[in-house]
């Protein structure tokens, strides 16, 4: 019955919101600044890199399913024999951070972000297999499971400062991977993919297939494991725990709203089984509505985020109250993904670059005037801007 399916989706949003929670609060609740600073200048690109296969591997393993297993099976094996390598390149770019680390810390991390990405990402593999069969339960299981793991790693190995993080993740994915591989079904997809003839290795294929469907989620990678990740190169960690905590206090902003990207990409896509398009008005009411609750996050946390950080991370230090200025973009950084749902089903791949690329400018600009935090509000604003003029100018979809 279709209501059963609105129920596991709401499931699934209530564990990764769980997960999501406990990693981006109770990590740095456990660790301090110092220590929860540096495992995230370290790792940042490790998560950039992790963020932009999982977008691929999950968007294509639910669109192909049973019915492309040959190009499924090329997919996963490019992303798993990829893994420990795109390790060593997130450790590459890694340089800064990792030398100001004693030689112990250093080759934990050295050795650690590569054994992490070869158990992630076949874990996102299985993750995309769950969402591909609608194993809601499996999924709602895997990350509540996280939600405990992860936490109560890094709280029982937080005698080893930074590195507690790392070794948090590395048992949070194999318990991940554990869990998900326990579900019959999702086993037994996993072998028809595997039994199957894998495509032919293609050069052109990342251009032609991987690429187009990270484009709608370019501006959220940017404008937050980008940032993060540029934050790592360009801020003390110190520092760089104050501005995470902030961006994450506005990503949990954009996570809470009742709509998410992809559903409103179906919903405004083209009509199927006799449903009626979706008007101008109705997107435009959509996105109004989605802009006033924006707002009001932005309100809570211009008042009360200064001092949930401060208990997050165990200071009031009136340094990190330059960040609070990202807090007043909640309502532009909630609008992207309704945003990019909206050009996507429009088929204006076109204006959703030049979006991106307008971000990306502004970004810069404002981030070379100001600092990071004025880059995330100016490159919020410039896709906002770029997209919702898309939206506005057109009397008819």
């Known amino acids: 019955m279709r209501w059963r399916s609105y129920i596991g989706g709401a499931a699934v949003q209530g564990s990764i919101t769980a997960a999501l929670a406990t990693q981006a609060l109770l990590a740095p609740r456990i660790l301090g600044a110092v220590d929860y600073g540096t495992a995230v200048a370290v790792l940042a690109m490790a998560f950039l890199v992790e963020v932009c296969v999982e977008t691929v591997v999950l968007a294509l393993t639910i669109r192909w399913g049973m019915s492309r297993e040959p190009e499924l099976r090329r997919l996963w094996t490019d992303a798993v024999t990829a893994a420990p390598f795109l390790g060593l390149l997130a450790v590459a770019f890694s340089l800064s951070p990792l030398w100001s680390l ?13 054994l992490l990405l070869t158990i992630w990402i076949p874990a996102t593999v299985l993750i995309g297999t769950a969402y591909a069969l609608h194993r809601h339960v499996a999924i709602a299981r895997c990350y509540l499971l996280g939600a405990i793991v992860l936490p109560g790693t890094i709280f029982l190995l937080r005698a080893h400062g930074s590195r507690s993080f790392l070794f948090g993740l590395l048992v949070d994915k194999v318990v991940a991977f554990a869990s998900l591989a326990a579900d019959r079904p999702v086993r037994d997809f996993c072998r028809g993919v595997a039994a199957s003839a894998a495509a032919r290795l293609e050069a052109g294929r990342v251009w032609r297939e991987y690429l187009p469907v ?49 559903m409103l990409q179906a919903q405004w896509g083209k009509p199927a089984n006799g449903r009626e398009p979706a008007t101008s008005s109705e997107i435009r009411f959509v996105l109004l509505g989605v802009l006033v609750v924006g707002i009001a996050f932005a309100a809570g946390l211009l008042l009360w985020g200064d001092a949930l950080r401060a208990f997050v991370l165990h200071t009031a230090d009136p340094v990190l109250r330059r960040f609070d200025v990202v807090f007043s973009a909640v309502p532009l950084f909630v609008l992207v993904g309704p945003l990019s749902a909206y050009l996507t089903a429009l088929g204006d791949a076109r204006r959703m670059v030049l979006g991106f690329a307008a971000s990306v ?7 070379a005037a100001g600092g990071l935090e004025w880059g995330f509000v100016g490159g919020n604003a410039a896709f906002v801007f770029f997209a919702a003029s898309g939206v506005f100018s057109s009397a008819q979809r």
């Open 361 to 367: 400018a502004a970004l810069v600009v404002s981030t």
């Open 214 to 262: 990270l484009t709608p989620r370019l501006t959220l990678l940017l404008l937050s494991p980008g940032l993060v990740a540029a934050g790592a190169m360009l801020l003390p960690p110190y520092q760089l725990a104050g501005f995470k905590v902030s961006l994450s206090f506005v990503t949990a902003a954009g996570s809470v709203l009742p709509v998410s990207q992809y």
């Open 102 to 114: 004693s030689p112990g810390e250093r080759w934990t991390f050295v050795a650690g972000v590569p």
